[in-house]
């Protein structure tokens, strides 16, 4: 899922994004994000089907960092925080990664600093 959060104002200003019980830990973010952008032998493979595996195999690892918060969910926002520049909008990327199944509620929290 993807949302916008837009500065109206003239004056700059810092967020921050985040699930308030599910949330991934910072540390997991982190080590998500390099393993996300390490892996580099995805040219290896020509065939749809070894791309196919690459991507598993990413999805597979990624999501091992994620759920490692023993909750069965992790939602993630990426960026998670940032700065808003007058009349600037951003796109935050909102990831749910999930081993159990079930309802869940939670709810997200826009952090906005007010000048």
Request: with cysteine.
């Amino acid at each position: 899922m993807e949302i916008i959060i837009e500065n109206d104002s003239g004056l700059t200003t810092e967020f921050n994004i985040y699930a308030e019980k599910y949330h991934t830990l910072e540390k997991v973010e982190q080590v998500g994000r390099s393993q996300q952008h390490g892996l580099q032998d995805e040219e290896a493979f020509s065939s749809e089907m070894g791309k196919t595996f690459l991507q598993t195999r990413k999805l597979d690892k990624s999501q091992k960092v994620h759920l490692s918060n023993n909750k069965g969910i992790s939602i993630m926002c990426d960026p998670p925080s940032g700065t808003l520049h007058k009349k600037q909008t951003q796109k935050i990327t909102i990831t749910m990664f999930n081993d159990t199944s079930g309802r869940f509620k939670d709810f997200l929290v826009i952090d906005i600093k007010d000048h």
